[in-house]
């Protein structure tokens, strides 16, 4: 087992020079001469200059990319261009907030899913079914800040029951935290409800047809065990992998529900980076969102293997 | 439709463990049903190995599932007759109650040992988990049963092999663990629906001997389905042939060997392989069995008979009883009585 | 719970006049009817069709629909309810709200098949390189496809958008950008599939060029699988456009689009709840109707293992 992760851990690496490479060349992107651009509004000579030499902008891309990989394996992502602050500093300090929202999303839709989808699995086509391929048809297709701005209208204008932004950690009031983390964390996991609901429904619907859950059934085996520990550990993999990509989703995903609930996580910082042009700070946010993307698959493929003994080495 | 209260002939072998009596299994939906398994009757005593023989479509699988009611629920129905067990008619019950008499009194082996295991399980633990269920013991229990099963079917080094995965085993182990979960519960009947077709001819011979030891054993009565005569030859006590849903011939192993009397029963003789028989082409079955739905009101057989005449085609034709005991559903048999409005079942 | 046996299975009878058609379930039935009769078999497909097609007339003919100029302001009318002048209310600005749906119709739909437009434009012809000549150019396009699709897809749009600059160009350019890799990974795939065919070998070894064998052989291969991935693909478009819009990264005011609408609506949301409905409701029912209509297709075009439920 842990040769497996070592294994793919390795074969990240290059993966992740790709990654960084596109991260980094979206230098490149910027209209007409970066320093002018990113030196901010109406800038000075001097400041233009200054933007210049910070950014390194005189160099080859290669020898600049060059120079931030190094820096960056370091821990060193370079400086904002406006507050000076190290980027792995402010990405760092926003990272526990925008996992613990994505978690609490994932949380809320297994809650949902898990549920649902072996409901719906039980009698394909029939009435529980029916609902759940509606209502998953329609929460796939929910902005999540339409889902955002309901769930604010009911909760908080008309019943005044939880709070309507802000953010407290997980660890300095658990309770609290879940009161400011419930809403946001609703509105991000909609999606990620519905898809795994289908999902789980296919993967139950096909396992619930084998043989093996044949051999159970024909043994007497009750069948709520039958669907809760025979078959649901075979159909579980299958969801895990889309649970794995709706991580990586859910980190895009969770800009938007941040800046509605006035979250102070990534997806707030690359917002206000990107609004500001603060090309450090956007390169900083966006290759530790893929780390720590990549990292959540790898963890899924983990768990897959211990799910499947087939694939274990 | 037989009302037949079935009390076994005297000087019957041993005492009737599973009666099928005037089974018929609809298959649609809706108001459309189309029958694929018609008035079926048969028994199976203790200790007693009884073949169900047919080509694939005869209605022989669907016979077996419904004994335990796993056909699916909303595109299935059985539509009349009764299935006893132990004197209990199965169709009558609840699903928590059949959830107990499964695994419990009727263990059942399928014809996919490739597939009919769960492959996120350790072998022993599947066992185990079907002790655990009907008998409540503990975990270490069971898990000690399901080595003891294992050996019993004679896996090697059972307690070793119970921790494997399916995956790592043979098609013949995975028959043999399917044995040992059917039986480890010690069930009045098997039901093994074409156990060893999927196998090799070697591992067949084993996996059914250990069928034959462990049906002694624990005096089960056994009802095994197969298309091939050779098997029920080597195996069986007594043989019921199906053809298009009906039963056609009901007789001991020996008798229908001898002297088939259904001319079906024949043509499938014939085109047994024999050894040593001289060269040539084997006799097939021209043409193919009547689709369920479109079966002609007469002989069912008829279109593929050697043996067919007018009168074939006037009406049903029934089983008939033969002064041996015999039965056959064929105009040229001369019963001594029709089984259909017969009260007593004879057998042998 | 119960299995249908392999014996079962057998016993459905082949395709043949006659009663029994009705009676078992028939999987070699909806082959018979044809592309159009199994789409229209699918009632959420045929309503997503008609909604898209309404939308679309609604979008071409948006000056003539609307009641109002979407951008003619009305202080003094500013957040209203719903009347017989502005059937849906007003805006923060008193804007009509029904005019700015109107031509929001035609933002999103716009944005939805351009972001396509980029993603195939980038996706087809490197998915088919990748495909076809294999080795290295393989390794490289899919490497870098792997690399592009382990982005947060929304976070990679935001950061491209703001290098970029903000618009609804760079919005939707940076979208199909995002969505490039799922259109190369299917035509890759599906050129694989295809090229080792006899019909393509043959066409091979009697000379035809490259170029020849791709446009004859391959791409009319890869075109179905292609379809129902751009509708199911529109859909998450839209609603991308939606969002950056919604940020503020995509429309430019005074410009209407149903993200933008909902931005402002949120600004304002304790002041008049109700406002964030319709556009809410467009964005919902538009990527509804992509999304059934991608499905239905699924359901009808292509190889039997394709169509699923």
């Not at chain 1, 509004?41 to 950014?55: F, G, H, K, S, Y």
């Not at chain 1, 075979?234 to 649970?243: H, I, M, R």
């Not at chain 3, 028939?26 to 069709?49: E, H, K, N, Q, T």
């Not at chain 3, 699709?149 to 976070?155: A, G, Q």
Request: proline share 6%; net charge positive; charged share 15%.
């Amino acid at each position: 087992m842990i040769r497996t992760i070592a294994k793919r851990l390795l074969a990240l690496v290059p993966m992740l020079f790709v990654v960084s490479f596109v991260v980094y060349s979206l230098v490149l992107l910027v209209p007409g001469d970066p320093a002018v651009t990113l030196a901010g509004d109406n800038p000075t000579a001097e400041q233009i200059a200054e933007t210049r030499v910070r950014l390194g902008l005189d160099d080859s891309i290669l020898v600049q990319y060059g120079r931030w990989v190094s820096n960056a394996v370091q821990g060193d992502l370079g400086e904002s261009l406006y507050s000076t602050q190290p980027v792995s500093t402010s990405v760092m300090s926003r990272l526990p907030t925008t996992l613990s929202l994505t978690f609490a999303a994932i949380g809320f839709a297994l809650l949902v899913a898990v549920p649902a989808g072996l409901l719906a699995a039980r009698r394909p086509r029939g009435i529980v079914d029916r609902l759940t391929s509606v209502g998953s048809s329609i929460g796939v297709a929910l902005p999540s800040f339409w889902v955002g701005l309901v769930l604010i209208v009911i909760f908080t204008i008309k019943f005044d029951l939880l709070p309507p932004v802000g953010y407290v950690g997980l660890s300095d009031n658990p309770l609290e935290w879940l009161s400011h983390i419930a809403l946001p964390a609703v509105a991000l996991g909609s999606v990620a409800a519905a898809e795994t609901t289908r999902q789980l429904r296919g993967a139950m619907v096909d396992v619930l047809k084998t043989d093996y859950v044949r051999t159970a059934t024909a043994a007497g085996i009750r069948q709520r065990s039958v669907i809760l520990r025979y078959a649901l550990k075979n159909a579980a993999s299958p969801v895990l992998t889309v649970v794995g990509l709706q991580v990586t989703f859910l980190l895009g995903g969770s800009a938007i529900v941040e800046r509605m609930f006035n979250i102070p996580g990534l997806g707030s910082l690359a917002i206000d980076a990107v609004l500001s042009r603060d090309l450090p700070v956007i390169q900083g946010v966006i290759i530790v969102a893929v780390i720590v993307s990549v990292l959540a698959n790898l963890l899924v493929d983990v768990a897959y293997g211990m799910l499947n003994p087939k694939v274990r080495v | 439709m037989s009302e037949s209260e079935s009390s076994q002939a005297s000087g019957a072998p041993a005492r009737t463990v599973l009666e099928v009596d005037g089974l018929s299994v609809d298959f649609g939906s809706g108001k459309s049903w189309v029958r694929v398994v018609d008035d079926v009757s048969f028994t199976v005593g203790a200790g007693e190995i009884v073949g169900l023989v047919g080509e694939s479509g005869s209605g022989k699988t669907v016979t077996c599932l419904s004994i335990t009611q796993l056909l699916p629920p909303r595109t299935s129905k059985i539509s009349g007759g009764a299935i006893r067990l132990g004197g209990v008619d199965l169709t009558q019950l609840g699903r928590r109650a059949l959830e107990d008499v499964r695994g419990r009194d009727i263990g059942m082996i399928f014809q996919e040992p490739m597939t009919s295991l769960n492959p996120a399980f350790r072998v022993g633990d599947q066992i185990a988990q079907v002790v655990r269920r009907h008998r409540g013991v503990t975990k270490q229990a069971a898990w000690n049963r399901a080595v003891e099963m294992l050996d019993a079917v004679g896996i090697p080094s059972p307690a070793g092999r119970a921790r494997s995965y399916p995956h790592e085993l043979s098609g013949g182990m995975r028959q043999r663990v399917m044995i040992a979960m059917a039986l480890s519960c010690e069930p009045q009947l098997l039901i093994a629906d074409e156990p060893t077709t999927a196998l090799d001819v070697t591992v067949q011979a084993q996996v059914l001997d250990v069928l034959r030891n462990m049906g002694r054993e624990f005096n089960t009565a056994i009802l095994f389905v197969t298309h091939d005569l050779g098997v029920v030859a080597e195996l069986c006590d007594r043989v019921v042939v199906m053809y298009a849903g009906q039963i056609v011939e009901q007789s001991g192993v020996d008798p229908i060997f001898e002297a088939p009397q259904h001319p079906y029963t024949g043509a499938l003789l014939r085109a047994m392989p024999q050894i040593g028989a001289r060269r040539g082409r084997l006799p097939v079955i021209p043409g193919t069995a009547p689709r369920p739905g479109l079966m002609p009101t007469g002989c069912r057989f008829y279109a593929r008979c050697e043996e067919a005449e007018q009168r074939c085609t006037e009406g049903p034709i029934t089983l008939s009883v033969t002064a041996d005991g015999r039965m056959a559903r064929c105009i040229h048999v001369d019963g001594v009585e029709q089984q259909d409005q017969s009260v007593e079942v004879l057998v042998q | 719970m119960a299995v249908v046996p392999a014996d079962i299975a057998a016993q459905t009878p082949p395709s043949h006049g006659g009663t029994d058609q009705d009676a078992l379930p028939d999987p070699g039935r909806s082959r018979r009817i044809g592309f159009v009769g199994r789409y229209c078999g699918r009632p959420a497909a045929v309503v997503g069709l008609v909604f898209l097609a309404i939308a679309a007339v609604i979008a071409i003919f948006a000056s003539r629909v609307a009641p109002f100029d979407p951008a003619a302001q009305n202080l003094r009318l500013a957040l209203k309810g719903p009347s017989g002048d502005h059937w849906l209310g007003t805006d923060e600005l008193g804007r009509d709200v029904l005019s700015r749906l109107i031509f929001g119709a035609r933002v999103s739909l716009l944005a939805g098949f351009e972001a396509v437009g980029v993603g195939l434009l980038l996706g087809v012809p490197f998915g088919l390189i990748a495909g076809y000549f294999g080795r290295w150019s393989d390794a490289v396009i899919s490497r870098v496809a792997e690399g592009v699709l382990s982005f947060p897809p929304l976070l990679l749009a935001i950061a491209i958008v703001g290098v970029l600059g903000k618009g609804i160009t760079n919005a939707m350019l940076a979208i199909g950008v995002v969505f490039a890799p799922r259109f190369l990974r299917l035509v890759r795939g599906s050129v694989l599939a295809v090229r080792e065919e006899t019909y393509v070998e043959a066409a091979r070894s009697i000379g035809c060029t490259h170029r020849k064998i791709v446009v004859r052989h391959i791409l009319p291969n890869v075109i179905s699988p292609l379809l129902i991935q751009v509708m199911l693909t529109v859909g998450l478009a839209m609603l991308s456009e939606a969002s950056l819009s919604f940020l503020g990264l995509g429309v430019q005011p005074p410009d209407a689009s149903w993200g933008a609408m909902m931005g402002s609506a949120y600004r304002h949301v304790s002041r008049q709840p109700w406002q964030a409905v319709y556009p809410g409701l467009a964005i919902v029912l538009i990527v509804l109707s992509c999304n059934s209509v991608g499905e239905g297709l699924r359901a009808s075009i292509g190889r039997r293992s394709e169509r699923r439920s």
